[in-house]
């Protein structure tokens, strides 16, 4: 794998290496010591699948308070999103920006959101699924969320949202 950090500290994208050969080919998509040595979160207590129907679905932009801050590395293994990370760490020299990045099941590529950075996703295609390794297990109590379209932080959506749930569409502006 080959890591890549975004302009937010800690934020990264994930290229895997592909070994071809007659068959196809063979790439690791993870490895705690290659986490470990860019300082990323290495442990991963849960994993989940998100399946949306429509091209145009948001989902997010979403996050645990402590003690439940969750690191999260995001694939998608079916079509396509628009990946973003915000962060929202208050000590951090980027509080407030955001990064993406396009993933899909043709580039393979991965994205991951440190503990303290709220996450969200565009579908840029019908029948996107996209797969989550968290470092921290889900805790109803500790979810929050801020707006996708919220003016403090600007983010540029590549296309128009078409599907949104009332909970993602109704967060308050962020203080």
């Known amino acids: ?12 994208e994930i290229h895997i290496e592909p070994q071809q050969d007659e068959r196809g080919f063979f790439a690791r998509t993870w490895c705690r010591e290659e986490f470990k040595s860019h300082a990323l979160n290495p442990q991963l207590v849960q994993c989940s699948i998100s399946f949306n129907k429509r091209k145009g679905t948001l989902r997010g932009l979403h996050y645990q308070t402590a003690p439940y801050q969750e690191g999260k590395l995001v694939r998608c293994t079916q079509g396509s999103i628009y990946d ?40 840029l295609e019908n029948e996107t699924e996209v797969f989550y390794q968290m470092s921290q297990v889900y805790n109803a109590e500790s979810a929050r969320g801020v707006r996708w379209d919220d003016p403090a932080f600007g983010i540029a959506w590549p296309e128009t949202v078409q599907v949104i749930s009332e909970r993602d ?5 962020f203080r």
């Not at 407030?96 to 393979?108: D, Q």
């Open 1 to 12: 794998m080959t890591f890549h950090e975004t302009r937010i500290p800690g934020v990264f």
């Open 84 to 123: 973003v990370a915000l962060d929202l760490r208050m000590d951090s020299p980027t509080f407030k920006h955001w990064t993406a990045a396009t993933l899909s099941a043709a580039n393979r590529n991965m994205f991951y959101i440190p503990e303290g950075c709220a996450h969200g996703f565009l579908t």
């Open 169 to 173: 569409r109704l967060y308050p502006d």
